[in-house]
Every structure is written in C-alpha cells, then in structure tokens.
C-alpha cells in the first residue's frame, strides 16, 4: 500500500513538472546571437540568455534574462513569432523597455500578452518565439507609437532576433553556428540558417 501511494504521488509530481497540472508550465530556453547590433566580440563573449514560459490559462509568456547588452536608442523590444521551414515571421506585440545591461544575478524580467487568437497555445506553424530591438521612440510606456513592419536586424542580417526560444511543442533543435547558439527545424535541416 505504501508503495502504491508513493507511485501515485511521484507520478501526480512528474505531471506537474511536465506541465500536465493546474500549476505545470513548459519552461523552454531563450538565446541570443552575438552578431547584432550593441554587441562586441571582445567584450562580450557570451550572448544574451533566459528562460520563456507560457501560461495557457492567463494566454501569457513570462521569462527572465541576462547577459543583454541594448544597442544605443533601440530599447523598445517587440515579439515576433517565426515559422523556421516557411522564412515568414508574425508580429505578436510589444515586451516593453527591457534593462539595458544584464549580469550574473542581474537579472530582467517581462510579461509578454498574447493576443487571444493563440489562446491556448495554438501557434499554427510557427516554431519559434524571438525577441527585436527597435528604435526607443515606437514606445510611449507601454504603448506602441509605431508598430514595427518587420523585426529589424543589421544590414547583413535579416531579422536580427535579440532573443528567441522554441514555442510549447515545437519540434525544434538548438544548433551552433560557431558564434552563437542558433535554431533549426528538425524537419527541415536544409533550410537552417543563422538567427544573430
């Protein structure tokens, strides 16, 4: 009987965690690639990094991040979600001003709303949720001045994502490019190329 109660228990704290529960939430990685815009090679060896989870019952994103280095006059920070096989990128809303400069246990924090055409979770084929920095200006607090027509990156590199992670139940992997830690789609390696 002991034994039978214990398997139960350990089988309700494993549903928890893997986000079956009332209180179950997929906590998934988020990167950042070295070659944006606010980033030096020599100082800053490691990209921006942080967890991203999603709450199906308040249809809200929640993360923490470090190590994000805000390019000068580009604070307003933008979600976009991104289908890695089809190269088309959704715009999702603002994130509002993130810190300027993350560190060790400096940590900054944001909620993301998501608009109630993905409540629940339902991102089509979009695989990835990813970060961009705008110009300071096309935010007023939280208030969008100008939405962003596309995510902007550098001249070389379009988009440019500050910041990205794998939605809920994407089938992605994370793969290095050889200057930061970049995505792919399992499904589709050829048509991998590098987020910065």
Same mark, same amino acid.
């Given at each position: 009987?002991?034994?039978?109660?214990?398997?139960?228990?350990?089988?309700?704290?494993?549903?928890?965690?893997?986000?079956?529960?009332?209180?179950?939430?997929?906590?998934?990685?988020?990167?950042?690639?070295?070659?944006?815009?606010?980033?030096?090679?020599?100082?800053?060896?490691?990209?921006?990094?942080?967890?991203?989870?999603?709450?199906?019952?308040?249809?809200?994103? @929640?993360?923490?991040?470090?190590?994000?280095?805000?390019?000068?006059?580009?604070?307003?920070?933008?979600?976009?979600?991104?289908?890695?096989?089809?190269?088309?990128?959704? /715009?999702?809303?603002?994130?509002?001003?993130? @810190? *300027?400069?993350?560190?060790?246990?400096?940590?900054?924090?944001?909620?993301? =709303? #998501?608009?109630?055409?993905?409540?629940?979770? +339902?991102?089509?084929?979009?695989? #990835?949720?990813?970060?961009?920095?705008? @110009?300071?200006? /096309?935010? =007023?607090?939280?208030? #969008?001045? *100008?939405?962003?027509? &596309?995510?902007?990156? +550098?001249?070389?590199? +379009?988009?440019?994502? /500050?910041?990205?992670?794998?939605?809920?139940?994407?089938?992605?992997?994370?793969?290095?490019?050889?200057?930061?830690?970049?995505?792919?789609?399992? *499904?589709?390696?050829? =048509? &991998?190329?590098?987020?910065?």
């Amino acid at each position: 009987m002991r034994f039978a109660l214990s398997a139960v228990m350990a089988m309700a704290a494993a549903s928890l965690l893997m986000g079956g529960g009332a209180y179950g939430k997929e906590i998934q990685p988020m990167f950042g690639g070295w070659m944006t815009a606010g980033y030096d090679w020599g100082k800053k060896p490691l990209g921006p990094k942080g967890t991203i989870s999603y709450d199906k019952k308040s249809n809200t994103f @929640k993360g923490s991040y470090t190590g994000l280095a805000m390019p000068a006059g580009r604070r307003a920070i933008f979600a976009w979600l991104h289908d890695t096989v089809n190269q088309t990128t959704r /715009y999702l809303g603002p994130v509002g001003w993130l @810190k *300027k400069t993350t560190g060790g246990q400096d940590k900054g924090r944001f909620t993301l =709303k #998501v608009p109630s055409r993905y409540k629940g979770g +339902n991102f089509g084929s979009f695989e #990835v949720i990813a970060f961009s920095a705008e @110009k300071t200006s /096309y935010l =007023k607090g939280t208030q #969008v001045v *100008k939405k962003p027509a &596309q995510p902007s990156g +550098n001249k070389a590199q +379009n988009p440019a994502f /500050y910041l990205f992670a794998a939605l809920p139940g994407a089938d992605t992997v994370q793969i290095y490019c050889g200057h930061g830690q970049d995505f792919s789609f399992a *499904k589709a390696p050829s =048509k &991998q190329r590098c987020y910065d």
